[in-house]
């Protein structure tokens, strides 16, 4: 069955700080992968995607992620930390031609001054 | 604003009561999604059309549960009967196109508490 694991719940980084979120899933074939934040109070907004191609993609906000085919993984970075980067995050495979996304659980980030 | 528009954004009800929630995808996508989403947890899919016609439900979408499309615009969540569990965050989406789509487009949602 497809399925995609956030190993952390819960983060907590200095501002200034860098940032790496853990995605991992799992599937038949290399899905398109996507990750998104909320806010509170906020819709999901698309941070960034992965097709094929580059494995190293660039996102709004000054995030990043790098498709690893070896480890299923799909990890979300930031050199630096904002504190307007407090949310949830939820990385989200796609499950073919439909377009449905399977999401995480999600990891919620929290920024300490 | 052309985002995903949800009615209403806040809904509270008794149990045993129908509910019935509203969402206008962005104008030309063809493609609508709903999900479900709990505190703590991912959103959950529901359900999913291409232009009118209702493709996939998830076993979560049980018989008191039922969502129209039919003009292949906006859409209707209905819950009949409902009960404390289905307290929860509806959310919509919609995306473009044939084929794979990408981007999902999400509206606020709408926060159902049953009491």
């Known amino acids: 069955a497809q399925s995609v694991t956030q190993p952390d719940i819960h983060i907590t980084v200095s501002e200034g700080a860098s940032l790496e979120l853990r995605c991992n899933y799992s599937?038949?074939?290399?899905?398109?992968l996507f990750w998104y934040v909320q806010s509170p109070g906020q819709g999901l907004q698309l941070l960034l995607k992965?097709?094929?191609?580059?494995?190293l993609v660039q996102g709004i906000k000054g995030f990043e992620a790098e498709f690893k085919r070896s480890q299923s993984s799909f990890n979300l970075r930031k050199p630096s930390v904002h504190w307007s980067d407090a949310a949830e995050y939820f990385c989200?495979?796609?499950?073919?031609?439909?377009?449905?996304?399977?999401f995480g659980q999600g990891t919620t980030l929290q920024v300490k001054p | 604003d052309t985002g995903v528009s949800q009615d209403p954004r806040h809904k509270i009800t008794k149990r045993g009561q129908n509910v019935t929630f509203r969402c206008d995808p962005i104008?030309?996508?063809?493609?609508l999604y709903w999900y479900r989403q709990t505190l703590g947890q991912g959103p959950e899919f529901l359900t999913y059309?291409?232009?009118?016609?209702?493709?996939?439900k998830s076993r979560l979408l049980s018989d008191r549960f039922s969502a129209e499309r039919p003009k292949g615009s906006f859409s209707t969540l209905e819950i009949q009967r409902t009960e404390q569990g289905d307290s929860a965050m509806y959310l919509c989406?919609?995306?473009?196109?044939?084929?794979?789509?990408?981007?999902?487009?999400f509206g606020e949602g709408s926060r159902l508490t049953v009491l």
């Open positions: 989406a919609s995306s473009p196109g044939q084929g794979f789509s990408g981007e999902l487009f």
């Open positions: 599937y038949g074939a290399t899905p398109y």
């Open positions: 992965y097709f094929s191609g580059d494995t």
């Open positions: 989200a495979p796609s499950s073919g031609n439909t377009g449905k996304l399977i």
């Open positions: 104008s030309e996508h063809n493609r």
């Open positions: 059309f291409q232009n009118e016609a209702q493709l996939e």
